[in-house]
């Protein structure tokens, strides 16, 4: 088999602790008047458990779910608020390995794709921050300045970040053999089967019994002690 030349990153999970709920009801919190923000994360609290349900029975309709929440935003808000939300919040999440880990592709020669089911204002910060090549994420529609709750489609989950992939190998001319994928969750299961080189980092129960399976290398991705 060719050395990889490409690799795709998965976000929560992998190169973070943090995740896209808790990363919402931060942004949420900072909405003003303060009763808005308490609506917004009460509105949260009480849809939880239909939104864990549907994360376990499929990560896309999670995702179209969830990102209703975002309805009545003003776009312009949620970007300043995203570039202040990294640096408070989530590049203190990060894992020191998957940075160590990612550097060491970079180094590798390998081009560098984060593939995640997050936000563009948030994973466009990410992708900055690590120094990504390319970014694939969702993105709001937005109608007079104000989030609808909808995202553009496609909706980038499951296979739709199978079909992500494809396309990028195939204008880099790369096989997807020669591919490594990095992520945390079964839902991405179909992602790291497409590819010659994938990897389970902090797998749920799920993944990682598929990782054993397949003899799919697991890796611990932990924080730093404070």
């Not at 989030?147 to 396309?167: D, F, H, N, W, Y």
């Amino acid at each position: 088999m060719a050395p990889p030349r490409i690799a795709f990153y998965d976000f929560d999970g992998t190169l973070t602790s943090d995740s896209l709920v808790t990363r919402y009801a931060r942004l949420a919190a900072g909405i003003r008047p303060a009763r808005n923000a308490v609506w917004r994360l009460s509105r949260l609290a009480a849809r939880a458990p239909l939104l864990l349900a549907l994360e376990h029975y499929s990560r896309g309709r999670f995702n179209q779910a969830f990102f209703r929440e975002y309805r009545g935003l003003d776009g312009d808000w949620l970007f300043q608020r995203a570039e202040r939300l990294f640096g408070s919040h989530i590049q203190r999440s990060i894992y020191p390995q998957a940075a160590k880990c990612l550097e060491s592709d970079r180094l590798a020669g390998l081009v560098l794709v984060l593939v995640t089911g997050e936000l563009d204002f948030i994973a466009e910060a990410v992708g900055r921050h690590f120094g990504f090549d390319q970014v694939i994420c969702n993105s709001l529609i937005f109608e007079h300045g104000r989030a609808t709750g909808e995202v553009m489609p496609p909706l980038i989950a499951g296979s739709q970040k199978v079909a992500a992939i494809e396309r990028i190998c195939q204008t880099l001319g790369i096989r997807r053999c020669e591919a490594k994928a990095y992520s945390d969750s079964y839902s991405d299961a179909p992602l790291l089967s497409a590819v010659g080189r994938p990897a389970a980092v902090n797998p749920d129960r799920r993944l990682a019994r598929l990782a054993r399976q397949r003899g799919w290398p697991i890796l611990s991705f932990r924080k730093s002690a404070r």
